[in-house]
Every structure is written in C-alpha cells, then in structure tokens.
C-alpha cells in the first residue's frame, strides 16, 4: 500500500477528533442516498418507457407504407417488392377508420376499426398474444372475398345521369297525354275530346324529317286539349285544373307573364293525401322478410362475421363473447368522401375475442375484424390504407423506412415508424426522464459539497500534520494524491451502498406493484426496468462528481507551506 492511500484511510478513520469521522460519515451517506435515489428514478421511468413501447408494438407494426391517396388497390404488388428489404420479416396490409360500436342501449364513440388479414397477422402483431378470451379462428368467414367497387367516383355518376337526361327526356305527365309521349309525339297523341285536333297540329305520323314545333306552340295546344277535358269533366275547373293549362279568350289575356308556367314545372296538387290533417303511423316495422334482423337469434349470429374487441370496451359495452354488435361509420346523411357521395353504412358483427394489451387506450378505443369486412365501409373496392412491416430490430426501424423510401423513389409512397407513428408519446417520456433524472441528480451534487466541507475540516485539522510531513520530505504530488484518495474512497463506499439501495428498491417495486389508475396512466401499474448499463452509469457519475469535489481541498493542502502553518500553531 503506498504512503498517499495510507495516508487517507488514517484520516479517515482518524479517532483525534470526533467531528471528522461523523463528517466522513455523513458524506458516504448523502452519496448513498443520491445514487439511490437516481438509480430508482431512471429504472422507474425507464420501466414506463419500456411499457409503452411494448403496449404500441404489441397493436401496431415497427414500420408503416402509407399513399398519398385513398385509393391504394396496387398493395399486393408492393408487398412483393418489399420481400427483398433487408431486416423487414413480415408484410401484411391493413385498414382502419373511426366507426361507432352500438350494443343494445349503449354506444361507444371514436373507435378505431382496423381489418387486418387473419393469415398474416401474426407476422407482424402481437395480437394472438394479448387475447384472453376468444380467438382469431370466426375472424374471416368461410368464402370471404375482396368487395367490388360499385362506382369510380362522382364524375363518371354526373356524366351517365347528364347521358340519362340527354336520352330520355322527361315530359310532364298530363290528363289525357301519354306518359311515354314526349316533343311533338305528346302534341298528336290522341286523348279523350271531340276528335277535333287544335289547330296547326297535324295526325300524320311522325317519320322523323318533319320540322320540330316549337315549344311555346305545343305547350299551347296541349293546354287547350286538356282544358275541354277538365270542362267535361268537372264544373270546378279553378280547382282541378293544371297549372299547365292555358285559357282562351279574355281570360289568357290576363294572366301574367311572371305567372305563366314554364317548361319542367311541377305538376299536382301540393295537399297531401288526407289532407293537412293527416299524421304517420305511429310505428314503420318492415315485415322480416323485407328487413331481417341478423342478430334476431344465436343460429343468425354464428353467421356474422367476427370482431375483437378489447377488455375495457367489452366493460363500457357490457358485451359478451359471441354477442352480437353494430358498427356504423359516423356519417349523417350524404357526404362528398373520396371522390363519391356516401351514406353511413351500419354492419352487425359477432364478438368472437377479446384481447388485453394493458394499454387503456388501446383496450378502449381498438378493435379488429377481417380486412374484407372494413373494405365495405368506404366504398372503393379492393383498396387498403397501407402495409405494416415487422422487422427483426426496433432499434434500426427507422434506417429501415429510410431504405424503404429510397427504394420506392415515389412521392405518392411515404413511410413511417414506429417510434415517428407516436412522436409525441416518446418525446414526453425521454423529457421526463430527462429532467427527473437532472433533479435528482442535483443529490448527489449536494452529497459532493458535503464531502468538499469534510475534506476541509481534515485539511485544517490536520495542518500541522501536514507541515510536519512536507518538512520531513513529503511531495505536493503525494500530499495531493492522499486527498484524492480519501474524496474517491468517500465516492466509492457511498456509490455501492447506493447502488444497494436502489435495486433493493427496484425489486420491492417489482415484488409489490404499486397500483396506478389506467385512465390517467394508461397503465394500472408502476413499472420498473432494471438495467445495469443505467446503474454503471449511475456510478460513474457519482464518483466523478465526488472525485471532482475533492480538488479544491487536496490542492489546498498541497500548496501549503510548513512555516506558515507552524507560525499559525503558536
């Protein structure tokens, strides 16, 4: 043992004076308490970190392939492509939109319902994992296949209705008028009258090459024609008369331009049948054969397609297994969605599992089916909202997507992983424990100042000592080292008994959970994540904080000088 350790264990233990070993103490114990302190902290933190990662992986995919658009109907193709990627070891598409889940007289809103193909999911999620009731075998009903996409879009619907129009024109349907008639076919059908015709209008068939009347002309004869019609048959010609007849006479002369009726006008009475007091019945049941009840018996429900949802909606709901429940996309009335017009499209499922993930917010607000079966709901065929990839580490996801992205070379492609897909969640751990770990880390700095006070009382207690030394010859350097040796020893002892502390600690809180409200926390534990790489880390810290701690009392006693400290002992 050399002269400079052996030096700074006797100070250490130095039995002269009392204060100096109960200093020495107190020391060792402010470092032991601050490593501890710290260790626990970042293993806590580090723990809900860990879970959260665990919880998002467990229900979504390290890497996602989304498009720029809603119609993605190439994701076969693209799923071969990313076969070759290096690191990526499962491929499966998937959709997902918000829906509202109904059971008898309750409802949950904002659900998120994602299809997923029950033969590749679990090359990427760890959903068969984290189901506690049920399973995944009444996922894709027997037969299932893509849905067909009725329309291409609102444009081709305005063009073939504008086409409609141009083809078959639509003429007012008169008294006495043929429905079919239209032009000049409606102005020389036969009706009920006197077998004159109107003047100017003519009974020879029409071969295609006369003249077309003109509209005000015909509009006119058929008026006439219709008002000898309603005088037969009716004396109150004011009431029963249409709106399209024309008097002769003084009494044509009157009528107002503003007044007149126009080409495509409605024709009929306004009043109701029944008249205004009328009412609806007071209940509209459709016969079961015209609208029957898939949920209507247990033989009916064992042919819906599955549906798995999670334990805290199962609760919210108050469903059971094989229950039967209603999805509906949160639509009123008829929007403009993805290029076609829409309406809220309601499909009853059957409950065929529910998974636990821990993770309240998924647990409340997820639920899976067979991709076949959310295709319907948006109302484009064979088309998917993107490809999840698993790959075979987490860590390099992002160098991964990165790599996707350069393969692709295609602005309509992005992608996204993991930990970007919950950017925020992240972010918010790695600040709290960045700044948990910097408080309390400020322990250990106030443990370092009580060691820089004790390694100043053993200075000024032990300066004739020290003269006496470097008058028989002692270096700076030995004298230096002796100080350092006892700041180290100090950091030393207090970081182990710390360390101690701190797993003892961890494995408490491991042993005894202590129970956290999933509402608030997401989770309904605390979570602890021991690693030694945080706890060598730890130590490092503290020691060099107490080594550098102890500089300003070793150099003091170092530069001090045998005769000035013999003339202050006199």
Same mark, same amino acid.
Request: aromatic letters at 6%; one cysteine or more.
């Given at each position: 043992?050399?002269?400079?350790?052996?030096?700074?264990?006797?100070?250490?233990?130095?039995?002269?004076? @009392?204060?100096?070993?109960?200093?020495?103490?107190?020391?060792?114990?402010?470092?032991? &308490?601050?490593?501890?302190?710290?260790?626990?902290?970042?293993?806590?933190?580090?723990?809900?970190?860990?879970?959260?990662?665990?919880?998002?992986?467990?229900?979504?995919?390290?890497?996602?392939?989304?498009?720029?658009?809603?119609?993605?109907?190439?994701?076969?193709?693209?799923?071969?492509?990313?076969?070759?990627?290096?690191?990526?070891?499962?491929?499966?598409?998937?959709?997902?939109?918000?829906?509202?889940?109904?059971?008898?007289?309750?409802?949950?809103?904002?659900?998120?319902?994602?299809?997923?193909?029950?033969?590749?999911?679990?090359?990427?999620?760890? &959903?068969?994992?984290?189901?506690?009731?049920?399973?995944?075998?009444?996922?894709?009903?027997?037969? @299932?296949?893509?849905?067909?996409?009725?329309?291409?879009?609102?444009?081709?619907?305005?063009?073939?209705?504008?086409?409609?129009?141009?083809?078959?024109?639509?003429?007012?349907?008169?008294?006495?008028?043929?429905?079919?008639?239209?032009?000049?076919?409606?102005?020389?059908?036969?009706?009920?009258?006197?077998?004159?015709?109107?003047?100017?209008?003519?009974?020879?068939?029409?071969?295609?090459?006369?003249?077309?009347?003109?509209?005000?002309?015909?509009?006119?004869?058929?008026?006439?024609?219709?008002?000898?019609? @309603?005088?037969?048959?009716?004396?109150?010609?004011?009431?029963?008369?249409?709106?399209?007849?024309?008097?002769?006479?003084?009494?044509?002369?009157?009528?107002?331009?503003?007044?007149?009726?126009?080409?495509?006008?409605?024709?009929?009475?306004?009043?109701?049948?029944?008249?205004?007091?009328?009412?609806?019945?007071?209940?509209?049941?459709?016969?079961?054969?015209?609208?029957?009840?898939?949920?209507?018996?247990?033989?009916?429900?064992?042919?819906?397609?599955?549906?798995?949802?999670?334990?805290?909606?199962?609760?919210?709901?108050?469903?059971?297994?094989?229950?039967?429940?209603?999805?509906?996309?949160?639509?009123?009335?008829?929007?403009?969605?993805?290029?076609?017009?829409?309406?809220?499209?309601?499909?009853?499922?059957?409950?065929?599992?529910?998974?636990?993930?821990?993770?309240?917010?998924?647990?409340?607000?997820?639920?899976?089916?067979?991709?076949?079966?959310?295709?319907?709901?948006?109302?484009?065929?064979?088309?998917?909202?993107?490809?999840?990839?698993?790959?075979?580490?987490?860590?390099?996801?992002?160098?991964?997507?990165?790599?996707?992205?350069?393969?692709?070379?295609?602005?309509?492609?992005?992608?996204?992983?993991?930990?970007?897909?919950?950017?925020?969640?992240?972010?918010?751990?790695?600040?709290?424990?960045?700044?948990?770990?910097?408080?309390?880390?400020?322990?250990?700095?106030?443990?370092?100042?009580?060691?820089?006070?004790?390694?100043?009382?053993?200075? &000024?207690?032990?300066?004739?000592?020290?003269?006496?030394?470097?008058?028989?010859?002692?270096?700076?350097?030995?004298? &230096?080292?002796?100080?350092?040796?006892?700041?180290?020893?100090?950091?030393?002892?207090?970081?182990?008994?710390?360390?101690?502390?701190?797993?003892?600690?961890?494995?408490?809180?491991?042993?005894?959970?202590?129970?956290?409200?999933?509402?608030?926390?997401?989770?309904?534990?605390?979570?602890?994540?021991?690693?030694?790489?945080?706890?060598?880390?730890?130590?490092?810290?503290?020691?060099?904080?107490?080594?550098?701690?102890?500089?300003?009392?070793?150099?003091?006693?170092?530069?001090?000088?045998?005769?000035?400290?013999?003339?202050?002992?006199?």
């Amino acid at each position: 043992m050399g002269f400079p350790l052996e030096l700074a264990l006797r100070y250490m233990r130095s039995k002269k004076r @009392a204060f100096v070993s109960v200093g020495t103490m107190f020391a060792v114990l402010g470092v032991a &308490l601050g490593v501890g302190a710290l260790a626990t902290v970042i293993s806590v933190t580090g723990g809900f970190r860990a879970q959260f990662r665990e919880k998002v992986l467990g229900v979504n995919a390290h890497v996602l392939i989304l498009k720029y658009s809603s119609d993605f109907r190439e994701y076969r193709k693209l799923m071969e492509q990313m076969k070759s990627v290096p690191g990526v070891i499962g491929i499966a598409p998937f959709v997902i939109s918000p829906m509202m889940i109904t059971h008898g007289d309750r409802t949950a809103t904002g659900v998120l319902l994602k299809g997923i193909d029950p033969s590749r999911v679990k090359d990427v999620l760890d &959903l068969p994992r984290h189901i506690v009731q049920g399973n995944m075998e009444g996922l894709r009903l027997l037969g @299932a296949k893509p849905p067909e996409r009725r329309r291409q879009g609102l444009l081709d619907d305005f063009d073939s209705s504008r086409d409609s129009d141009v083809l078959e024109p639509l003429e007012p349907s008169l008294p006495g008028i043929s429905p079919a008639a239209s032009g000049t076919a409606a102005a020389t059908a036969p009706a009920k009258h006197d077998g004159k015709l109107p003047d100017g209008a003519s009974n020879a068939p029409d071969d295609g090459d006369a003249a077309p009347l003109d509209h005000k002309s015909v509009l006119k004869d058929i008026g006439k024609i219709v008002h000898d019609e @309603a005088l037969r048959d009716s004396d109150d010609v004011h009431s029963h008369s249409s709106p399209y007849i024309a008097r002769d006479g003084a009494a044509a002369k009157d009528l107002d331009d503003e007044s007149a009726p126009k080409p495509g006008d409605p024709v009929g009475s306004i009043v109701p049948q029944g008249g205004y007091k009328s009412a609806l019945p007071d209940d509209d049941v459709l016969p079961a054969d015209i609208d029957p009840d898939p949920c209507r018996d247990a033989e009916s429900i064992k042919r819906l397609p599955g549906i798995i949802i999670g334990v805290t909606l199962e609760k919210n709901l108050n469903v059971q297994l094989n229950d039967c429940i209603q999805v509906t996309s949160p639509t009123i009335g008829f929007t403009y969605t993805r290029g076609a017009m829409r309406a809220p499209v309601a499909k009853q499922f059957r409950v065929s599992g529910v998974f636990d993930a821990g993770f309240d917010q998924y647990d409340s607000k997820l639920v899976y089916t067979d991709l076949y079966q959310a295709q319907p709901f948006y109302d484009t065929g064979d088309s998917v909202t993107g490809i999840e990839m698993k790959v075979n580490d987490i860590e390099k996801a992002r160098d991964i997507a990165r790599d996707i992205d350069t393969r692709l070379q295609n602005g309509i492609y992005h992608t996204m992983d993991w930990e970007e897909l919950n950017h925020g969640l992240f972010t918010a751990l790695r600040i709290q424990q960045l700044l948990m770990s910097l408080v309390l880390a400020l322990i250990i700095v106030v443990a370092a100042f009580t060691v820089i006070a004790t390694l100043i009382m053993v200075v &000024l207690d032990k300066k004739k000592e020290i003269a006496v030394l470097k008058a028989m010859g002692a270096s700076n350097s030995a004298l &230096l080292r002796a100080f350092l040796y006892q700041g180290a020893i100090i950091g030393v002892i207090g970081t182990v008994i710390g360390l101690g502390l701190g797993l003892g600690m961890c494995k408490g809180l491991l042993v005894h959970a202590l129970p956290l409200d999933p509402k608030v926390y997401f989770i309904s534990h605390l979570p602890v994540q021991v690693r030694l790489s945080d706890f060598v880390e730890v130590g490092i810290f503290a020691i060099l904080v107490c080594l550098a701690a102890t500089v300003w009392p070793a150099l003091h006693a170092a530069r001090l000088r045998p005769a000035e400290a013999f003339r202050e002992q006199q």
